[in-house]
C-alpha cells in the first residue's frame, strides 16, 4: 500500500543539526511532490518546504530559510529534510505528507508520514 | 499569506450529536482549496475533506464539507467515538500553505 515511513526519534543539542528520512512506498515517487510540516508540542501544524522528487527543486518556508535543506535519493525512494542550528524551540514532530496525485506543487496532502519527533535539550 | 481561523477552539459534545466546525479565511480562497484533516494524539493527521467538500477514499459519510470564498464549515452529522480528535482546515491556493489552529471535538 501507499506508504511513508520516516526514521526514528531523535534527541539533539542546541545548536547541532537532525536530519531525517522519509521513505516512499506503493506509488511513483518521482510523481508527487514531497512536503515537510512541523508541530510542536500541544501545537498546530505549520508547514516547512516542499521537494519535487523529481528534478529536486525545493522551496522553503521564509521562517525556516537558512536552516533547512530537503533532498532526496530516487534510487531509494526517500526524501530527506534536515534543519541545523537547533533551538529549544525545534522541539517537535517533523512529518512528511505527499501531495495527492493529480495536484501539482500544492495540493491536498493525502499520504502522511508517522511523524519524526526531535527533541533538542542540553 | 492566508490566515485560516477556525472557531470554536473547543467543542465539547456527546456521541449521536452533530458537530459543525468552521474555518474562515483572511483572503478569498479560490477553486475551493480547502482541506480537512483529522488528528488523534500520537497520530499523524489524516485527510478527510478536499476541495471543500470531497471526501477523501474511505472517510465515512456522516463527514461533510461545504463552504467557498473565505468561509467554510465541516460537518459530522452524528458524532461517533473515534471521531473525538484535533480537526485543522488547511489552503492550498497560494503559497505558502496554511493550516488553521484546530479545533478540538471532546466528549463532554
Known amino acids: 500500500q501507499v506508504q511513508l515511513v520516516q526514521s526514528g526519534a531523535e534527541v539533539k543539542k542546541p545548536g547541532a543539526s537532525v536530519k531525517v528520512s522519509c521513505k516512499a512506498s506503493g506509488y511513483t515517487f518521482t510523481g508527487s511532490y514531497m512536503h515537510w510540516v512541523r508541530q510542536a508540542p500541544g501545537q498546530g501544524l505549520e508547514w516547512m518546504g516542499w521537494i519535487n522528487p523529481y528534478s529536486g527543486d525545493t522551496t522553503y518556508a521564509e521562517k525556516f530559510q537558512g536552516r533547512v535543506t530537503m533532498t532526496r535519493d530516487t534510487s531509494i525512494n526517500t526524501a530527506y529534510m534536515e534543519l541545523s542550528r537547533l533551538t529549544s524551540d525545534d522541539t517537535a514532530v517533523f512529518y512528511c505528507t505527499r501531495v495527492a496525485v493529480g495536484f501539482g506543487i500544492y495540493g491536498t496532502f493525502d499520504i502522511w508520514g508517522q511523524g519524526t519527533m526531535v527533541t533538542v535539550s542540553s | 499569506e492566508i490566515v485560516l481561523t477556525q472557531s470554536p477552539g473547543t467543542l465539547s459534545m456527546s456521541p449521536g450529536e452533530r458537530a459543525t466546525l468552521s474555518c474562515r479565511a483572511t483572503e478569498n480562497i479560490s477553486n475551493s482549496y480547502l482541506a480537512w484533516y483529522q488528528q488523534k494524539p500520537g497520530q499523524a493527521p489524516r485527510l478527510l475533506i478536499y476541495?471543500?467538500?470531497r471526501r477523501a477514499t474511505g472517510i465515512p459519510d456522516r463527514f461533510s464539507g461545504r463552504g467557498s470564498g473565505t468561509d467554510f464549515t465541516l460537518t459530522i452529522s452524528r458524532l461517533e467515538p473515534e471521531d473525538f480528535a484535533v480537526y485543522y482546515c488547511?489552503?492550498?491556493?497560494?503559497?505558502?500553505?496554511?493550516f488553521g489552529q484546530g479545533t478540538k471535538v471532546e466528549s463532554k
Open positions: 488547511q489552503q492550498y491556493d497560494t503559497s505558502p500553505p496554511t
Open positions: 476541495g471543500a467538500s
